[in-house]
């Protein structure tokens, strides 16, 4: 019996195989592994579906679905992952029993992720920025809907259906993209917006915001701030030094920016390094600034967003005989040159999401940066809702592992729980100044809450195109509407 067209559609495995693109790089081509990866997984998925008597879509839908995608990533890309190699803790049986796949992939951490966005689908900024047009309807979340209303799968209404509800993330912060001032595709009263809409909701600070600078540009920029601060109330700066050419030791361009941010007190600097867009100079994308800003502004956080990563580069161990580092060892390298400054943190945005289908990668990453920046200084990211709901690169972490062999080869940490919780969240909140527990205790009856738990009860299913336009309207799309 041929199957039909919609079922075809909907066999995406709940991982992605492969990364995409967050709008801040091209995506990676598809290999012969990746197409071998596919073939497993269609095969476990159909054996799978036909065993339990339950349509394709419905086992795709459940817990079994993503611990299949998780045991497909160890088989194709990985060692098969227990003691042998890294992967995740996803065993044969946890891709059929889903009792088994809860309790592998289920967790209570408190999840803050540092850097998510969305996009006003009818801002100017469209006219203004055509680029950023065709970045955006190319990302796996535009493909929520038809080709003339892709960027909407990127509006408000997705974002806080997929980062609050389709996920366990409990708080987040919207972030910005570099544009020209007037020609953002989100801008900081659109921001300020979404976060108000999201503290309705929630009756709590579940989201806070960015406050974009351009510091290369001056002292109307460094005038900006102050409306930042005070009207927008931001949480925190965020730089791109590709995007204007600059460094953040120098002091001609940083030194003033430092000033003002001291004299607002808002302390916490987020600078994107690594991910070159096309047009950035690599480099201002490089992080051997990081190191010496960190050391000459004590009283500053330096959140280095992706943590260095390149999409060109296959991460391995740190060589300290390397001449020219790349990736994510060029961080380590300017921590290791500059005394391992405690001010610098690493955040995992787009990167984890690019190495978590490469097993070996994924825990050279995350075993420099553990051992290099350290346990209390990586950060959880995710460029949500770029990829759609973070919720995939949530149960991968969790079940991940670094192996024996790799710690004592390499002096890497375990990846326990405890670290894990400190990756998810608690290491974010404290360079936020949050409180974890008080957040938790806030929401945990709010209306995303309770539709989080209605979502996982009964399952979801595709979005219509069609938005809400009322308070009342959306709680019902995001309580009937399914991953968009």
């Known amino acids: ?36 990866a596919a073939e497993l997984f269609r095969t476990m998925v159909d054996e799978r579906a036909r065993k339990l008597g339950v349509s394709r879509r419905a086992f795709l839908k459940s ?28 065993d044969a049986g946890a891709t059929i029993d889903s009792a088994q796949a809860c309790e592998a992939l289920a967790g209570d951490e408190f999840i803050f992720d540092v850097q998510t966005h969305h996009v006003n689908p009818m801002g100017g900024w469209r006219q203004a920025s055509p680029a950023w047009v065709g970045f955006f309807e190319s990302l796996p979340q535009a493909g929520c809907a038809d080709a003339m209303s892709r960027l909407e799968c990127l509006d408000t209404k997705h974002y806080v259906r997929e980062m609050f509800v389709h996920s366990d993330t409990h708080m987040a912060v919207l972030s910005a993209v570099p544009a020209e001032p007037g020609a953002d595709p989100l801008s900081a009263d659109e921001q300020r917006s979404t976060r108000d809409l999201v503290a309705a909701l929630s009756s709590s600070p579940r989201l806070v915001t960015h406050g974009l600078v351009l510091p290369e540009r001056g002292a109307a920029q460094l005038d900006g701030m102050q409306r930042l601060a005070e009207q927008v109330k931001i949480a925190a700066w965020k730089v791109y030094t590709p995007y204007g050419n600059w460094r953040l030791d120098n002091d001609a361009v940083a030194g003033p920016f430092y000033a003002k941010a001291r004299a607002l007190d808002i302390k916490l600097i987020c600078a994107h390094k690594g991910l070159p867009l096309p047009g950035f100079d690599p480099a201002f994308a490089s992080p051997d600034d990081v ?32 001449a020219a580092p790349q990736g994510v060892n060029r961080l380590v390298r300017t921590m290791l040159t500059s005394g391992n400054p405690r001010n610098v943190y690493a955040e995992l945005g787009s990167t984890w999401r690019n190495v978590m289908t ?18 209390d200084r990586v950060v959880w990211g995710t460029d949500s809702i770029f990829y759609g709901s973070p919720q995939d690169q949530i149960a991968a972490l969790r079940t991940f592992q670094i ?9 890497y940490p375990a990846l326990t729980d405890e670290v894990k919780r400190k990756v998810f969240g608690l290491n974010a909140a404290e360079a936020y100044g949050v409180d974890p527990q008080a957040t938790l205790c806030a929401i945990s009856e709010d209306d995303l809450s309770s539709l989080r738990t209605q979502a996982r009860a009964e399952g979801v299913d595709r979005a219509p195109s069609a938005g809400p336009r009322t308070r009342r309207e959306l709680l019902s799309f995001l309580r009937t509407s399914g991953p968009g």
């Open 63 to 90: 817990t079994a679905g993503t611990a299949t995608a998780l045991f497909v990533i160890n088989q194709a890309y990985g060692c098969g992952g227990g003691n042998d190699g890294p992967g995740y803790a996803i």
């Open 291 to 322: 190191g010496p800003a960190a050391v000459a502004n004590p009283d500053l956080k330096f959140l280095i967003y992706h943590s260095a990563y390149e999409t060109s580069v296959v991460e391995g161990p740190y060589n300290e005989a390397e």
């Open 358 to 375: 490469s097993p070996d990668q994924a825990a050279h990453v995350l075993g420099k940066l553990l051992k290099y920046v350290g346990v």
């Open 1 to 36: 019996m041929k199957k039909s067209a919609p079922d075809e559609l909907t066999l995406r495995s709940p991982i992605p195989f492969l990364p995409g693109s967050n709008g801040e790089h091209w995506p990676k081509t598809p290999d012969a592994r990746d197409r071998r």
């Open 403 to 411: 192996p024996q062999q790799m710690q004592e080869t390499y002096g």
